[in-house]
């Protein structure tokens, strides 16, 4: 069985701070992972990839995910929130080739001024 | 510009009618998916479809039935068996099936009232 567990609903940072959203997974085998942003009442918007290449992944708008194996993790993680960060983040995983995408129930990221 | 195009952005559905949500992409993915969303749940599988003429029940295809005549075209029908229809659509691609990213639609609310 696959799964990715979010472990946070919500998180609260104010503007200028760093943020990290936690994601763990559960595999057989060697997933690919994405974290993806939706704003309200949007479309979901590709952050970063993890797919066996580097384990530190760079993303768009200065996010970065370490994906890590003993941990079973991918946690995004940027070092100075904006107002425009505000949205709900979604852990994504596909444990393998013959797998849909498999969603964690979002993190809601509320950024204060 | 290619892309994913879902239409109409909003819905309104009287109970008892069957309803029809259009996706169409340009980026010549071979698949697609049709997604539901409801509010701290995240993305649950409805549909997908891996190649043209050839779709597979997700994880809640239970009142919804699909098509895939096109491989630009892959309509959602929302059907009178649905029992809680009210919900946010987003239908995706991906440039095959399995360990690659989906790229999203803007979303469709529909609302039965």
């Known amino acids: 069985a696959q799964s990715v567990t979010q472990l946070d609903s919500h998180v609260s940072v104010s503007e200028g701070t760093p943020v990290l959203l936690r994601c763990n997974y559960s595999?057989?085998?060697?997933?690919?992972l994405f974290w993806y942003v939706q704003h309200p009442n949007k479309g979901l918007q590709l952050l970063l990839k993890?797919?066996?290449?580097?384990?530190l992944v760079k993303g768009i708008n200065g996010f970065e995910a370490e994906f890590k194996k003993s941990e079973t993790s991918f946690h995004l993680t940027k070092p100075s929130a904006h107002m425009s960060d505000a949205a709900e983040y979604f852990c994504?995983?596909?444990?393998?080739?013959?797998?849909?995408?498999?969603f964690g129930k979002g993190t809601m990221l509320l950024v204060s001024p | 510009d290619g892309g994913i195009t879902q239409s109409p952005k909003y819905l309104f559905r009287k109970e008892g009618q069957n309803v029809t949500l259009s996706c169409e992409q340009n980026?010549?993915?071979?698949?697609m998916y049709w997604y539901r969303q409801d509010p701290g749940q995240g993305l649950r599988l409805i549909y997908y479809?891996?190649?043209?003429?050839?779709?597979q029940k997700g994880d809640i295809a239970e009142g919804y039935s699909v098509s895939r005549e096109k491989k630009e075209s892959f309509p959602l029908t929302v059907t009178s068996a649905q029992k809680n229809p009210t919900a946010f659509y987003l239908c995706?691609?991906?440039?095959?099936?399995?360990?690659?990213?989906?790229?999203f639609g803007q979303g469709t609310r529909l609302t039965v009232v």
């Open positions: 995706a691609s991906s440039i095959e099936f399995g360990n690659t990213e989906a790229f």
């Open positions: 595999s057989s085998y060697s997933p690919s």
């Open positions: 993890y797919t066996s290449a580097a384990t």
């Open positions: 994504v995983v596909i444990p393998n080739r013959y797998s849909t995408l498999t």
């Open positions: 980026l010549n993915h071979d698949a």
């Open positions: 479809s891996q190649i043209v003429n050839d779709f």
